[in-house]
């Protein structure tokens, strides 16, 4: 997920490079409209991705940490659902 962001915000700025490319053509309003709009749109998308992330970072580091502090996989339950929330 974080590869992805990476690339949404690497395709906005090659966007933001096409924006000056178009103005210095002349482009139409409706034209460069669009074009920010998808620049927008793909610095929106990464935030929601970041924010993915975080949430599921939120909740498995510290049960993966719990894993590893109680001596790993080995020493816990077997039980298919032990290692989920539900």
């Given amino acids: 997920m974080e590869e992805a962001t990476q690339?949404?915000?690497?395709?906005?700025?090659?966007?933001?490079?096409?924006?000056?490319?178009?103005?210095a053509q002349s482009a139409g309003p409706e034209h460069l409209a669009l074009v920010r709009l998808r620049y927008v749109g793909l610095f929106e998308v990464a935030g929601i991705g970041d924010r993915i992330v975080q949430v599921t970072d939120d909740k498995a580091i510290p049960v993966g940490e719990a894993i590893a502090n109680a001596g790993g996989s080995d020493w816990i339950a077997e039980y298919k659902t032990f290692h989920s929330p539900e």
């Fill in 7 to 23: 690339i949404l915000r690497a395709v906005a700025q090659r966007l933001d490079t096409r924006i000056g490319s178009l103005q």
